[in-house]
């Protein structure tokens, strides 16, 4: 599978932005989606996951109530809208699956098996 995440910027604190990854290659609605992000220096963390059966998300709690995934499967994409948007929030966001239909162990990045490019995100003061 391929994946091309797009829609990072630049934006103020307390700003919004939308993420959206495109699958290509396999069948997109049976597996599980996760976004992560790494920041300069950090390790690469799970944001969020959403499963491929009921579309249940989660969220790591530092993005709780401030982010939402979502995935159209007819699109083969993928969403990550971020709201009240913070300084700490400023990473490179990837797109990634483990070709699983769960978001078990999405949190680490051994999960994902297979990655999106990246596509960074600067939330200026």
């Known amino acids: 599978v391929q994946l091309q995440a797009s829609g990072g910027g630049l934006v103020q604190a307390g700003g919004s932005l939308r993420l959206s990854c495109v699958a290509s290659?396999?069948?997109?609605?049976?597996?599980?989606m996760g976004w992560f992000r790494q920041a300069p220096g950090k390790e690469r963390e799970g944001v969020s996951c959403?499963?491929?059966?009921?579309?249940?998300?989660y969220y790591a709690d530092s993005v709780k109530g401030r982010f939402i995934i979502s995935r159209d499967n007819a699109k083969n994409t993928v969403y990550l809208q971020m709201s009240s948007l913070k300084l700490e929030d400023t990473a490179v966001y990837y797109c990634?699956?483990?070709?699983?239909?769960?978001?078990?162990?999405?949190?680490?990045?051994?999960?994902?098996?297979?990655w999106g490019q990246g596509t960074q995100v600067t939330v200026s003061s």
């Open positions: 990634a699956t483990d070709f699983g239909v769960f978001c078990e162990g999405y949190g680490r990045h051994e999960w994902a098996k297979s």
């Open positions: 290659g396999r069948t997109f609605s049976s597996y599980a």
């Open positions: 959403i499963n491929s059966s009921e579309g249940r998300a």
